[in-house]
C-alpha cells in the first residue's frame, strides 16, 4: 500500500489522529494516577499511624523505619480533635520545598501538578494534606521524595501510551478497510468506468449504471452516466453530420462539373444580338460564377477551412446594391422593401466575394423570415468608418429570430433561423469574417426585428500577406 494513495494516507491520518486523542486524554490520566498515587501514601500513612496508637508504649526504631518505609514517606502528622500530634518519624534527606493540599485540588491544580512533577527532575521533598479515611481525624499530613512519584508516572504513561497505541492501531485498520469498502472501492469503479468507456464512447454497453450506497458517489455516479449518454449522443450526430458533410462534398463536386458546362454555355450568350439575352447574360454569368464559388466553399468547409481572403479596395455601396438586386424577386406575395444607407464614396478593403457572401446570407435569411410572416417589410443595409475600421449593419422588420436560433446562433446545422434551414450560413458567414479580422454580432433581435452588425478593421498590417497588390498600389 503506498503512502500517496488515499488508502493509505488515510490509515496514516487515522493513526496520527488517535495518538493525538490518546495524548491528550493522557495529561488528565497522569494526573488522577499521580492523586491517586499521594492518596495510597496518604492511607498507607494513617494505618501505620493508627498502629502505633493502639499501643501506649514506644516502638521501636527499626519497627518505625519499617512502617515510613511500607508508607513511603518521611514522616507522618495526624491531627485529631484539633491536636496535631507526629506519629511516626525519620531523618528528612533535604528541607520541604512545596506542600499540596489535596482537600481543595480541582481538575486544573491536578493537571498542573501532574505536568511538574513530570518535568521536574531534582528528587525534592514535599508535604501532602488529606483528609484521613474512615474519619480517622481531622486532617493527615505526610512528606516524601518526588523522585519515587515521578518514576511511577513515567511508567504509567509509558503503559498508557503504549496501550493506545495498540488501540489506535486497531482503530486506524478498522477503520480503513471501512472506509476502503465504502469509499476507495466504489471510486476505484468509477475510474475503471471511466477507463473503459475512453476506450469506446460510442458504445452504449460501457455507459455507467449507478449503484453506489453512498449519497455523495452515487451523484457522482448518475452525473457520469448523464454526460456519457450526452457524448455519445453528440458522438453519433457528428458521425452522421460528418456522413452527410461527406455526401454534400460529392454533390457539389458534381455540382460544380455541371454548372461548369453551363457557364460555358452562357459565354456563348454574350455574343447574341438580341438585347434582352445581352441584359440578362452578365446577370447569369454573375449568378453561375458564384453558384460555383458556392460549391467550392463547401467543399472547402468539408476540409474545416475557408480560404484566406484575397483583398482589394472597393465600393461598398455597389457591392450592397447588388446583393439587394439579386435578393429582390418582382411578382412576390410579400412586399419586401430594401434601403440602402451607404455613403456612395466609402471605399472598403475586404474579399468582395467572400463579403457579398456574407451579406447575401443575412439578406436571404431576413427576407424569409419576412415573408414566413405573410407581412410587408423593410430590409435595410448601412455602413460607415471610423478610425479601427469599417462597420456594416443589416437589419430587417421581420419577427426576430427563434429561441433556438438565439441559443445556436453561428453554429452549423443547429442555429437555423427557419423551419427547414441549416443554420451553415450564418456558420460561414461568421467564419468569413473572423478570416478578415473582424467579428459579426447579433445587436438585437425581438418583435420589431433583428440587427446584425459586422466589423471589418483597417489595419493593414493584419493583411499583408493575402492582398494581392502592393501598398504603394493601395
Known sequence: MAVNT?????????????????????????????????????????????ALLTT??????????????????FNVVLRRN????????????????????????????????????????????????????????????????????????????????????VFSVITAVLLFFLVRRLMVVPIKRLVAHMASYAEAPEDTRRIITPEASVEELRVAEEALASMQKQLTAALRQKERLAQLGQAVAKI???????????????DRMESSDDPGVQRAAPKLMGSIGRAINLCESTLAFGKAEEPPPSLSRFMLAELAQEVLENEDHPGETTVVEFVTDVPPNLVIRADR??????????????????????????IEIGAGESAEGWWIRVQDSGPGLPARARDHLFQPFTGGARSGGTGLGLAI??????????????????????????????????????????????
Open 56 to 73: 501506649d508504649t514506644t516502638i521501636e526504631p527499626k519497627l518505625e523505619k519499617e512502617l515510613l518505609a511500607n508508607a513511603g514517606v
Open 252 to 266: 457539389s463536386h458534381d455540382l460544380r462539373n455541371i454548372l461548369t458546362t453551363a457557364q460555358l454555355f452562357a
Open 353 to 378: 466575394e467572400q463579403l457579398y457572401r456574407v451579406l447575401n446570407n443575412l439578406v436571404r435569411n431576413a427576407r424569409q423570415a419576412i415573408e414566413a410572416t405573410n407581412k410587408p417589410g423593410t
Open 82 to 165: 484539633a491536636v496535631r500530634q507526629l506519629v511516626l518519624s525519620s531523618p528528612i534527606p533535604s528541607p520541604v520545598t512545596e506542600t499540596y493540599d489535596l482537600r481543595d485540588s480541582t481538575e486544573w491544580t491536578r493537571i498542573r501538578d501532574a505536568v511538574h512533577s513530570l518535568f521536574d527532575f531534582d528528587n525534592k521533598v514535599v508535604r501532602v494534606l488529606g483528609e484521613p479515611v474512615q474519619q480517622g481525624g481531622i486532617v493527615i499530613e505526610v512528606t516524601l521524595a518526588t523522585e519515587p512519584m515521578r518514576i511511577a508516572m513515567v511508567e504509567y504513561g509509558l503503559r498508557l501510551l503504549s496501550i493506545s497505541a
Open 6 to 50: 488515499l488508502s493509505g494516507r488515510f490509515l496514516i491520518l487515522t493513526t496520527v489522529f488517535v495518538v493525538l486523542a490518546e495524548a491528550l486524554i493522557l495529561l488528565p490520566g497522569l494526573a488522577n494516577f499521580r492523586e491517586d498515587y499521594l492518596l495510597t501514601r496518604l492511607e498507607r500513612a494513617q494505618i501505620a499511624s493508627l
Open 429 to 474: 458567414a461568421a467564419e468569413l469574417i473572423r478570416g478578415h479580422g473582424g467579428r459579426l454580432d447579433l445587436v438585437r433581435t425581438d418583435e420589431t426585428g433583428t440587427e446584425f452588425r459586422l466589423f471589418l478593421p483597417s489595419s493593414e498590417g493584419l493583411y499583408c500577406a493575402t492582398d494581392k497588390r502592393t501598398s504603394a498600389e493601395l
